[in-house]
């Protein structure tokens, strides 16, 4: 069974610095894909970034990238430029390809960004 | 563009009561899920579906059912409500498996 676990139940920032949120996942395929999802308070799940697998460059929109380690199963995600609008709750999330279609959460981060 | 619908927002039961979470997407998507999240916690799996007709159990399922009628429609059933049932429930669609789920906005459902 696939299984995501993220470390960092908290985590805190100040404004406009950066922050790395850690996430690995544990699984037998090698065909799959990575998502990290936001929750801000208003509760409603908004990706911020996708990895695919099979490809070894690293995702990244905006301030956000992703460190992603294939062989060590680690999918990690860099904040740059913290803002106030970041504080959240961070998800790691995980499919694999042509398999159950599950897609596993991990417990996610709570992220607080200080003025 | 609706994306996915949740109805209710907001619930209150008493233990042993039944109801029905609904969940409607507009986005022609296969697949469908059930979480629920409890405070401070990530999403667990109840149950999911990969199109019409087919629906397979989640990590937690026991105190609920689902059915798969349509490809919009996705409804969760509560039987016999008990407090520990008390959480907030996300319904979410996709399509294949590179693209993102959306979600809808949740249902705050309180057994008391």
């Known amino acids: 069974a696939q299984t995501v676990t993220q470390s960092q139940p908290e985590m805190s920032v100040q404004e406009a610095e950066t922050v790395t949120l850690s996430c690995t996942y544990d699984?037998?395929?090698?065909?799959?894909?990575l998502f990290w999802y936001k929750q801000p308070p208003s509760r409603q799940m908004i990706l911020v970034i996708r990895q695919e697998a099979y490809k070894q460059q690293n995702a990244t929109e905006n301030r956000f990238s992703v460190n992603f380690q294939k062989a060590a199963k680690s999918f990690s995600l860099k904040i740059s430029d913290s803002q106030l609008g970041d504080t959240a709750m961070y998800f790691c999330a995980f499919i694999f390809q042509g398999g159950s279609e599950k897609l596993v959460f991990g417990k996610g981060t709570k992220l607080t960004v200080n003025p | 563009n609706a994306g996915v619908t949740q109805t209710p927002k907001f619930r209150i039961l008493k233990i042993g009561q039944s109801m029905t979470l609904q969940c409607t997407q507009d986005m022609n998507h296969n697949y469908m899920y059930w979480y629920r999240q409890d405070p401070g916690m990530g999403l667990k799996l109840i149950y999911y579906s990969v199109g019409a007709g087919i629906t397979d159990k989640g990590e937690v399922p026991n105190g609920y059912n689902v059915s798969r009628s349509t490809t919009e429609d996705f409804p969760l059933r509560l039987e016999l409500a008990a407090p520990s049932q008390t959480s907030v429930y996300f319904c979410a669609s996709r399509t294949t498996v590179n693209t993102e789920a959306f979600f809808g906005q949740g249902t705050r459902l309180t057994v008391v």
């Open positions: 699984t037998s395929e090698s065909n799959y894909y």
